[in-house]
């Protein structure tokens, strides 16, 4: 479906509601939101998808009864209709405020996937997410758009949306594993010998994205970290993983996020709420990262509002009670309270 010049926002719903986070499925993003009811989530949980040209549904944040982090629950181990292993997400049971993080004390203890990030080091495994792990795993190199590299891993189903929830600027496939225990003792190895990370956080990859190296500069440092995880993997006495040269190609949707750091473009940084200016629509995306132009009232007519585009870090507002906010000067604008 072609949203370019549509006069659509997407599907989120009217009254206050929790924002989850922005997932990846086939190449595009998701919005994974949870409904509140008497100030509590329900625990109902639903999806709206996103498109080029939708309105960006600018958020107020909650300072109500429902105010504040939610817990995120926990992912359950299990086997679907066909016998594979798979994870699912399973509201928390007591509803419980967080602090900071994702999950309380009582969803941490019940998360079935955090184990299988230790499991070549002994965690123990409930039999489908031991099931899970089972299966062949990649190993990959990321780089940013500020040149600095990390090492990952990522299941068979989740080759591809493992990246683009990454926001990387480019990456390759550097090995192939037979399982998660396999590939996670060759991250490991990779970052003892190289000092190569694991993690990037998020307020790092916002700024590298509004702030790029040039293109020929993120790609001359991630062949060269590329190079060197090649050379150590070729010298290891596994038998257990294959070495690849595959790289990860970002999807049509991401794929202005990728030319942005060659033709040299400017970007700032969003606000997700009240002092947003003008309406914008969604251009791209990349990770938690959406980017929006200036809004036209006419799609044929010239843009109206800023012309820079904004990138906006959606990870701000996870686990947070939200509310989408109305179009500027709108009745429902005056009316809204609140929550």
């Known amino acids: 479906m072609n949203h370019l010049h549509e ?3 997407v599907e989120l719903p009217e009254e206050p509601f929790i924002w989850r986070d922005v997932s990846w499925h086939e190449r595009h993003p998701l919005i994974r939101y949870e409904t509140i009811r008497d100030g ?8 709206a998808s996103l498109g080029p040209g939708d309105l960006f549904p600018f958020l107020r944040t909650g300072d109500g009864p429902a105010s504040g982090m939610w817990c995120n629950g926990f992912a359950h181990a299990e086997f679907d209709e066909d016998g594979a292993a798979r994870f ?11 602090a900071k993080g994702q999950q309380c004390p009582l969803c941490l203890h019940l998360d079935r996937f955090l184990p299988i990030h230790r499991a070549h080091r002994g965690a123990q495994l409930t039999e489908a997410a031991r099931a899970y792990v089972d299966r062949p795993h990649w190993l990959y190199v990321a780089t940013f758009p500020d040149g600095s590299s990390k090492v990952g891993t990522a299941h068979e189903r989740s080759k591809t949306s493992r990246l683009d929830q990454q926001a990387v600027a480019c ?3 550097v090995a192939l594993a037979r399982d998660g ?3 996670r003792d060759l991250e490991d190895a990779v970052s003892r010998a190289l000092k190569l990370t694991q993690v990037k956080r998020v307020a790092a990859k916002l700024a590298g994205w509004l702030s790029p190296l040039a293109e020929e500069s993120i790609v001359r440092n991630h062949e060269r970290v590329v190079s060197q995880v090649r050379d150590f993997l070729d010298e290891l006495d596994v038998e257990e993983f294959s070495a690849v040269d595959e790289p990860w190609r970002p999807g049509e949707f991401s794929e202005p996020f990728m030319a942005h750091v060659s033709n040299g473009t400017m970007w700032e ?3 997700l709420g009240e002092d947003r200016g003008g309406d914008r629509r969604i251009a791209s995306g990349s990770g ?3 980017l929006t132009g200036p809004s036209r009232s006419d799609p044929g007519g010239p843009p109206a509002g800023p012309e820079v585009p904004s990138l906006m870090n959606m990870s701000s507002v996870k686990n947070r009670a939200c509310r989408v906010l109305p179009a500027p000067n709108s009745r429902a604008e005056e009316q809204i309270r609140l929550f």
Do not use: D, M, W
């Not at 509590?40 to 999806?47: A, F």
């Not at 699912?88 to 509803?95: A, E, H, I, M, N």
């Open 7 to 9: 006069a659509t926002r």
């Open 40 to 47: 509590l989530p329900t625990g109902e949980r639903h999806t």
């Open 88 to 98: 699912r997400q399973v509201p928390c049971p007591k509803s419980n405020r967080i």
């Open 171 to 173: 990456a390759r496939y």
């Open 181 to 183: 225990r396999t590939v």
């Open 269 to 271: 940084a969003g606000s």
């Open 288 to 290: 938690p990262f959406l």
